[in-house]
């Protein structure tokens, strides 16, 4: 049986509850066997009798605080993250004159929502709540809203950003800095927390994945001198770009430390 929800809503204080469909997919999925789970993550239509619903999904990598199943958890973790950009506008972009270009405002906010959805995902695994109650009930609204509270933040940002002094965005670079490397050296410390953080890295689309192994490896960011190798050089994109995803991925390397210091 799928464990019940938690969450009351507002207006009336009842509880959330799943779609009849869900809650009856869910209760097939927790008598399947995980590998034939595993299989049917891979069927992408709808319309197919073996697609698992994003709702059930969430149930099932929720359930997962249970156990050390890290290959589970992380094929469930690749697939939300892929449909997750799936229902949200693409970046990329023709430009005006041809050229294959890139929304950057439609980057930042799809990055923003993927950072939201696993923060809160690390704290449900941490600490059950109901935060992701309504990814199990209506999972693409929950996904737009998350969307449209991106936005809203968008704005928010660039207001600040335009307020702050060079000390203040030179010491938040400096951390970021700081974080990852200290992150990165605690996990490759340990076996499993390594390969984990591989299998990560390896779901992620072409130009980040590089950026990730480029970042591991120690390049340089960006630089001033006209010789030297960086990752914005090489991978053709800007400083800013670069250090996004970064920041980004620091946020689900915190939740792979989170996960190995429980188990």
């Known amino acids: 049986m799928a464990t019940p929800l938690t969450k009351r809503r507002k207006r009336d204080q009842s509880l959330y509850t799943r779609p009849a469909e869900i809650e009856a ?10 590998a034939e789970i595993l299989e049917r993550l891979l069927v992408r239509s709808r319309t197919d009798p073996d697609h698992i619903p994003s709702e059930a999904i969430i149930h099932l990598i929720r359930a997962t605080r249970s156990d050390n199943d890290h290959a589970y958890f992380d ?11 799936r229902v949200l506008p693409r970046a990329e972009e023709r430009t005006s004159d041809g050229r294959d270009g890139k929304n950057v405002s439609r980057e930042q906010v799809r990055d923003d929502v993927a950072d939201k959805f696993t923060e809160a995902l690390a704290e449900d695994l941490n600490h059950q709540g109901d935060a ?12 737009d809203k998350l969307r449209s509270s991106a936005w809203r933040r968008l704005g928010t940002e660039r207001d600040r950003r ?5 000390e203040e965005l030179s010491l938040a670079v400096e951390n970021g800095d700081k974080e990852f490397l200290a992150l990165r050296d605690k996990l490759f410390s340990d076996p499993t927390s390594r390969i984990r953080l591989h299998a990560m890295i390896d779901s992620l689309q072409d130009k980040d994945r590089r950026i990730m192994q480029m970042l591991i490896a120690d390049f340089t960011i960006h630089s001033t001198k006209p010789d030297e190798v960086t990752i914005s050089g090489v991978l053709g994109c800007d400083e800013s770009t670069v250090r996004n995803r970064r920041d980004a991925f620091i946020k689900a390397m915190r939740a792979v430390g989170s996960a190995e210091d429980k188990s």
């Open 132 to 143: 992701l109650d309504i990814f199990e009930c209506r999972f693409d609204y929950a996904i």
């Open 162 to 166: 335009d307020i702050k002094t060079v």
């Open 75 to 85: 094929a469930l973790y690749a697939e939300l993250l892929r449909r997750i950009a």
């Open 25 to 34: 997919s869910i209760d097939r999925l927790l008598a399947t066997p995980r």
